[in-house]
């Protein structure tokens, strides 16, 4: 067991126990928001067909070579296509079809001039100017060609995605099966939002952050609900999670007090515990433990705290477990827009605004005013943290920082 990881060493620990995902095929409605778990090649050629894109008639763009208001070029019209129909009429010269946006261009046409450009004169179509070859004309395939790739394995499939393989015929695809989380938070103190609280008692809110994250990044949450600061309670809940989740997430009971039972609980399963405790404030309030072969990550239940440390911590095992290289947190160098004063003993996650300047520079700006490690409404006004080395006597304005994304 380590006492006091460093955030990088526990960050691996965690990711270390993570499984990679197996696939399963799931209908395109299903799909939204899952993550490719092969690439998909095209089954068709989009556009299907030779399509018009307007309102017009198609027709050999050699019989307008001179059309002029003066000596417009008269078309026999022979036909009418809408859009789901098809014409068997060959286009040779002399002669036009009729056709309505998105409708298949009949073969021997190369063109199609717009509605708006012509005048219709007892089924002859008067053309008054020059079109010239393919003009107006969609090829069929011109999008994607039969056996393109259409989307990489892992990408996440978006509202764009979904409707690209719906427009190419893809019903279902194979995606990473989501794995499933149990989340269950500890104290006495806590209740449920909606119940009315008796002194010295408040609203649980970890749960709610700790499964909106969890859904956010792709996971199948299965919350336990609060439970009272009693070890039998707590161990028969870990131990049932255990059977149903593939990892559980914790909040509370992970500090000094005499009410912290979660490393007493998680010994007294005979879990290994992993690491307790990690070298950054705040968040360091927390232990990693394997039971049943499933990783058990409490976090402290101070909300803040744990938001943090779930940020911190999580990303890479939830990338591994959920396939989603996109959860990964990205690190890069910012300019520092406010002085920092306080000094750190220990190293430091501090919440900050991260923006680009009109230059398109990295910037960011500590949110300093409210930074007790409780105080979660800090997270509403955040996109990033500030990583201050331990021994740091301070910052300073224009000062580079390390945040991370
Ligand atoms: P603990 O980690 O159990 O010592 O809790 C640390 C602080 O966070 C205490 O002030 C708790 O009342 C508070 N707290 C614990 N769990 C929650 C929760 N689920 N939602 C909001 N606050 C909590
Ligand atoms: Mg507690």
Redesign the pocket.
């Given at each position: 067991m380590i006492e006091k990881a460093e955030l990088e060493e526990a960050r691996r620990l965690i990711e270390e126990r993570g499984c990679a995902p197996g696939a399963e095929k799931v209908a395109l409605p299903e799909a939204h928001g899952r993550v490719l778990a092969k690439d998909i090649t095209a089954p068709v050629d989009y556009p299907p067909f030779n399509r018009s894109p307007l309102d017009g008639y198609a027709l050999q763009a050699a019989d307008t070579v001179g059309a002029s208001p003066g000596a417009p070029a008269r078309l026999k019209v022979v036909d009418t296509v809408y859009a789901g129909g098809y014409s068997h009429k060959i286009v040779t010269g002399g002669i036009a079809v009729r056709l309505m946006t998105g409708s298949p261009i009949p073969e021997g046409a190369d063109c199609v001039i717009r509605q708006e450009d012509t005048r219709l004169e007892e089924g002859w179509v008067v053309i008054e100017k020059e079109l010239i070859p393919w003009e107006n004309y969609c090829f069929r395939g011109e999008n994607l060609r039969k056996g393109d790739t259409v989307l990489k394995k892992d990408s996440v499939l978006q509202a764009a995605a979904i409707g690209v393989l719906a427009g190419v015929g893809v019903a279902a695809v194979p995606v990473y099966k989501k794995p499933t989380a149990a989340v269950l938070?500890?104290?006495d103190?806590?209740i449920e939002p909606g119940t009315l609280p008796a002194p010295g008692q408040?609203?649980?809110?970890?749960?709610y952050t700790i499964a909106c994250r969890l859904k956010e990044c792709g996971v199948n949450v299965l919350s336990t609900g609060?439970l009272r600061?009693d070890s039998a309670a707590i161990g028969n809940a870990v131990a049932e999670a255990a059977g149903r989740a593939d990892f559980i997430v914790t909040?509370?009971?992970?500090?000094a007090?005499e009410?912290?039972l979660m490393a007493a609980v998680m010994k007294g399963l005979g879990a290994e515990i992993v690491f307790r405790g990690v070298k950054i404030r705040p968040g360091s309030?927390v232990l990693f433990s394997v039971f049943g072969g499933k990783p058990v990550i409490s976090?402290?239940?101070?909300?803040l705290?744990?938001a943090v440390t779930f940020e911190l911590l999580l990303p890479s095992f939830l990338q591994k477990i959920t396939g989603n290289r996109s959860l990964e947190r990205r690190t890069m160098q910012a300019v520092l827009q406010n002085d920092f004063d306080k000094k750190s003993p220990v190293r430091r996650a501090l919440r900050g605004k991260f923006w680009r300047d009109c230059e398109g520079k990295a910037v960011v700006e500590i949110i300093d005013h409210m930074h007790s490690s409780?105080n979660?409404t800090v997270a509403l006004k955040s996109n990033c943290y500030v990583d201050v080395e331990k021994g740091s006597t301070g910052l300073k304005r224009g000062e580079m920082v390390r945040i991370i994304v």
């Open positions: 938070s500890t104290g103190e806590l408040i609203y649980g809110s970890n749960l609060i600061d909040t509370g009971g992970v500090s007090g009410k912290d309030a976090l402290s239940g101070n909300p705290a744990s409780g979660l």
